[in-house]
């Protein structure tokens, strides 16, 4: 068995770039060629500076991903700030093992599927934008939930939360979709947080204050 898998295909470029950040690098850039022909080099190099800073937040490095029996996969790239039981789940029913991933500005922001499985649902909530390594984020920020149910009829949650600065929440996925574990589905940007809801049995394979990486980093372990 391999020890790896690709769950989306690789990239065919050095440096690859996630699609929603091309209006933002593409608008920064002519603002900085306009600036530069004008000669105006001090508002050019600001312009430059700016527009490899907005490449390397939409940055979308291909991810080899665990063949981990069982496996849950982090959907984002952050730090882990929450791993606890929760009596009540606010998308399905019954405890819940709760873990939080926090997103700053400079993670890779591409958020991918923790499990394989078929989409049950998908759940929008408008909200405020309390900063997103609160424990309130969850509750009253923005969101957007997808409900996974897996080959052995378990359920699990991931939830992408809007932060202090993010104001965008990206969603790919529909309810009947059938997804692999590591596959891209979205992003938020500008800095936000990742819940991930599992069967209250499951097996956590971290602790707060890990780094995590995702697809890569292993969050725990179904049963």
């Known amino acids: 068995m391999k020890e790896f898998v690709w769950s989306d295909p690789p990239g065919q470029t050095a440096f690859p770039v996630a699609k929603a950040g091309y209006p933002f690098i593409f608008a920064a850039a002519f603002a900085t060629a306009v600036f530069a022909l004008l000669g105006m080099v001090a508002p050019a190099m600001f312009g430059l500076f700016i527009t490899f800073c907005i490449c390397g937040f939409f940055r979308d490095p291909d991810r080899v991903i665990p063949n981990a029996a069982q496996g849950v996969v982090s959907p984002a790239d952050g730090k882990v700030v929450l791993v606890d039981t929760v009596a009540e789940n606010p998308y399905t029913e019954g405890p819940a093992l ?62 992408q ?24 589905f979205g992003m938020i940007c500008f800095g936000s947080r990742l819940d991930v809801y599992l069967p209250e049995d499951a097996v956590p394979h971290v602790q707060v204050g890990d780094k995590v990486r995702s697809g890569t980093s292993l969050l725990g372990y179904l049963k």
């Open 98 to 159: 709760k873990i939080s991933v926090f997103m700053t500005v400079f993670n890779v922001h591409v958020n991918r599927v923790p499990f394989a499985g078929k989409v049950a649902d998908v759940i929008y909530h408008p909200g405020k934008y309390f900063s997103a390594n609160m424990d309130k984020a969850s509750e009253e920020n923005e969101r957007n939930a997808v409900v996974l149910e897996t080959s052995q009829g378990a359920r699990i949650c991931f939830v």
């Open 161 to 184: 939360i809007a932060g202090l600065i993010a104001r965008r929440i990206i969603c790919h996925l529909k309810t009947g979709d059938v997804v692999q574990r590591g596959q891209r």
